[in-house]
């Protein structure tokens, strides 16, 4: 399954993605969509807030071997496995409230992470066949986005 969201180009850059007179801020990279000539519309920003609402647990309702979204020390968001949860030590406070922690362990071909967040803290599902549904559902009413079955084909 495929979703995409409305978009429209840039109007800032006109879809070029960079401005070549400001080639020395950034390499000259339009701010106003990040370098990718389109913007989302208006039924398609609300429809990817829908989405990512739809896809969001809190990190005491994770599983092992579910796939996530993790944000990297560079900013860049990757899909993640989960390896191991386990309590934490720590504990973090919202209004005075005192909210255990977890630790995530995630674990590449090279590398392991360990990640520790508040019980209450939401997380992004990427998607995946144990889930579709919640997509489905959050964006059916909706318009701007687009959801494109794919049949996957095994040998």
């Known amino acids: ?16 993605g960079y401005f070549s007179h400001y080639g020395h801020v950034y390499g000259g990279v339009c701010f106003g969509c990040s370098g ?3 913007k989302l519309t208006r039924r398609g920003s609300t429809a990817r807030n829908a989405y990512n609402e739809a896809m969001s647990v809190e990190a005491s309702e994770l599983k092992i071997g579910m796939i996530v ?22 504990v973090t406070t919202n209004n005075g409230v005192i909210i255990p ?19 209450t803290h939401k997380v992004r599902m990427a998607l995946s066949p144990e889930n579709r549904h919640l997509a489905i559902s959050a964006l ?9 079955e794919t049949e996957e084909v095994t040998a």
Not at 101 to 119: F, G, P, Q, R, V
């Open 69 to 90: 979204w993790d944000v990297g020390m560079d900013g860049k968001d990757r899909r993640r496995r989960i390896e191991s949860i386990s309590p934490s030590s720590g």
């Open 1 to 16: 399954m495929n979703i995409s969201f409305e978009k429209k180009t840039c109007g800032r850059c006109s879809g070029a």
């Open 101 to 119: 922690t977890l630790d995530i362990t995630y674990a590449s071909k090279t590398s392991t992470w360990i990640h520790t967040i508040s019980e």
């Open 140 to 148: 059916a009413k909706l318009k701007g986005a687009t959801i494109t």
């Open 36 to 38: 990718s000539g389109t």
